[in-house]
T-cell receptor, first 114, second 111 residues
Framework: DAGVIQSPRHEVTEMGQEVTLRCKPISGHNSLFWYRQTMMRGLELLIYFNNNVPIDDSGMPEDRFSAKMPNASFSTLKIQPSEPRDSAVYFC????????????FGDGTRLSIL | GENVEQHPSTLSVQEGDSAVIKCTYSDSASNYFPWYKQELGKRPQLIIDIRSNVGEKKDQRIAVTLNKTAKHFSLHITETQPEDSAVYFCAASIRADGLTFGKGTHLIIQP
């Protein structure tokens, strides 16, 4: 099994630019989660989807952040416009949509906004 | 919302000794408690989890205990080895919701 696949692995861009992060969940998993990791705030849940439907986006920091899941095998997290404080590692995770199922993480995207 | 506190932030033990990391949670509705290990520059990897209908779970050198009344759970690693050095995160969730993580414990195994 290929696991959760994220792209790009690294992204460096200037503030004000649009950034799009991509995620392919494990085949058969129908819950998808986006997390952000920083030294100051640790691992934080941004948003999650069940069966491609956003369930809870209360962790999305600002309107500059948006996420979509057009189908069961693909999700995007977009930041527009990007700011230096958005610099972090963004992880995508997936699981089966049943109570108390383990979440499996991708390798993350290390984002640097200059 | 849920709040997870984790202690200590750094733990240094001699190789072969045991390590214990403790977490508390605030929402009594939480019923799933996983532990993740994260090596530098890598993704968090699930090492063990426990559900609220169980008080203890063991997998080789790793065990987790849960006290629902006190709302705390702990990770125990016995016979520590150099490869156990990493950052460990506890987390809590309700049913199939997203995870709320603790701030992490940097475990250092001294040779």
């Amino acid at each position: 099994d290929a696991g959760v696949i994220q792209s790009p692995r690294h992204e460096v861009t200037e503030m004000g630019q649009e950034v799009t992060l991509r995620c392919k969940p494990i085949s058969g998993h129908n819950s998808l989660f986006w997390y952000r990791q920083t030294m100051m705030r640790g691992l934080e849940l941004l948003i999650y989807f069940n069966n491609n439907v956003p369930i809870d986006d209360s962790g999305m920091p600002e309107d500059r952040f948006s996420a979509k899941m057009p189908n069961a095998s693909f999700s995007t997290l977009k930041i527009q416009p990007s700011e230096p404080r958005d610099s972090a590692v963004y992880f995508c995770a997936s699981s089966l949509l049943q109570s108390n199922q383990p979440q499996h993480f991708g390798d993350g995207t290390r984002l640097s906004i200059l | 919302g849920e709040n997870v506190e984790q202690h200590p932030s750094t733990l240094s033990v001699q190789e072969g000794d045991s390590a214990v990391i403790k977490c508390t949670y605030s929402d009594s509705a939480s019923n799933y408690f996983p532990w993740y290990k994260q090596e530098l520059g890598k993704r968090p990897q699930l090492i063990i989890d426990i559900r609220s209908n169980v008080g203890e779970k063991k997998d080789q050198r790793i065990a987790v205990t849960l006290n629902k009344t006190a709302k705390h759970f702990s990770l125990h690693i016995t016979e520590t080895q150099p490869e156990d050095s990493a950052v460990y995160f506890c987390a809590a969730s309700i049913r199939a919701d997203g995870l709320t993580f603790g701030k992490g414990t940097h475990l250092i195994i001294q040779p």
